[in-house]
């Protein structure tokens, strides 16, 4: 098949496929660059030209796994987040634009202290982390992340971006606690599962591919709320800020847990869909 006809077929397919019809033209443009490495300007001087069989078979290998719901960003591996580009694959949340509402959370609870100590629980990819570093290159960070196939991308993450006073922990956000003295954090984030276990089948089919692990929350989807508010706050110094990203209904539960462990001044913040979004909070 001709670049053409491959495009034809690939806009055809996901058409069929895909819930979101907005959405086609730009991702069969982003499968095209990244499979068959045509930019979208060079795509019309090229559009009678074929690839070579084996581009041609991982095109329509790629459009077929788009079709079946796969994310795009697993078949493309990547995604960008306030203007970073980051791996993703199988095995770790895809970055969403919302987890930009933390970061500028954090950025504004850290102001000028220059060189804060500050750790990211559940941190999947990296990005808030790495985010942070780019901004305060003194700052000592903790990104900690249980899972083999996330700490891998984080990992690889942290080393693509130079983001060098980022350390990357595996473990346990249940049981790591132990390893940190009280008072030490001048500020905590996370944004952790908090899908109600319930509702895992009823999300959409990409979603569905993403790791159970970074989506479920647990019974009521505060399993991980409880788990920071009772076993990490005491690390945070008097003073220090706690940020949690937050699913749409979670505010008022999530600010209960807070109170009951000496967060004061608590404040929700909303998308850019006027959802909350985030619940930022100092301790006293």
Known sequence: MTYQELYIYANQKLKEALCDQDSVPYEVRCLISDILGIRHYDFPALRTQSPDKDDESRFIMAVERRAAGVPLQYITGRQIFMGREYDVGEGVLIPRDDTEVAVRACMS????????????????????????????????????????????????????????????????????????????????????????????????????????????????????????AELWLDKLRSGGTVVLEIGEEQAQAVSRLLMMNNIVNITVLKDIQDLDRVIIGTKK
């Open 109 to 228: 609870a850290l102001g000028k202290n220059d060189c804060p100590k500050l750790i990211d629980l559940c941190s999947g990819s990296g990005i808030i982390p790495i985010t942070l570093a780019g901004d305060y290159p003194r700052a000592d960070i903790t990104a900690l992340e249980l899972y083999d196939e996330a700490f891998c991308f984080l990992q690889k993450n942290i080393a693509a971006h130079h983001a060098a006073n980022v350390k990357p922990l595996q473990a346990d956000v249940f049981s790591a606690y132990n390893r940190f003295e009280d008072g030490c954090f001048d500020l905590i984030v996370s944004n952790p599962p908090y899908i109600r276990s319930d509702e895992l089948s009823n999300l959409q089919t990409e979603v569905q591919c993403e790791p159970r692990s970074a989506l479920d929350g647990g019974d009521d989807g505060l399993t991980f709320y409880r788990a920071i």
